[in-house]
Nanobody, 126 residues
Framework: QVQLVESGGGLVQAGGSLTLSCTAS????????MGWFRQAPGKEREFVAA????????YYTDSVKGRFTISRDNAENTVSLQMNSLKPEDTAVYYC???????????????????WGQGTQVTVSS
């Protein structure tokens, strides 16, 4: 089992930047495929970005490509989401998630992940 704790959320003006961090504890972090999801009020949780176990492969939903960057540090047991050029529609609770897998495939559905953090609020004002 792995425990995930997000940090770094907050209030930012449109066009600004935030960096979210997720720290994992419990098991070997490098065994986990990691993802970021977000959920806005009244909407379903949606995939934002994912990163392979080694960090060599990253994936993004179309709406954040070119603005968000996912990265991980397996020595520090952290995964980060650098968010630039933020828009009001990026407002949501952001969650990091972990999947224990050796498969080299893309996981974008929330129900494919095994562990979740508690979430951190990101609010972008116009």
């Amino acid at each position: 089992q792995v425990q995930l704790v997000e940090s770094g959320g907050g209030l930012v003006q449109a066009g600004g930047s935030l960096t979210l961090s997720c720290t994992a504890s419990g098991r070997t972090f490098s065994n986990y495929y990691m993802g970021w999801f977000r959920q806005a009020p009244g909407k379903e949780r949606e995939f934002v970005a994912a990163i392979s176990r080694s960090g060599s492969n990253t994936y993004y939903t179309d709406s954040v490509k070119g603005r968000f960057t996912i990265s991980r540090d397996n020595a520090e047991n952290t995964v980060s989401l650098q968010m630039n050029s933020l828009k009001p529609e990026d407002t949501a609770v952001y969650y990091c998630a972990a999947k224990l897998t050796a498969r080299l495939v893309l996981f974008t559905r929330a129900n494919e992940y095994d562990y979740w953090g508690q979430g951190t609020q990101v609010t972008v004002s116009s």
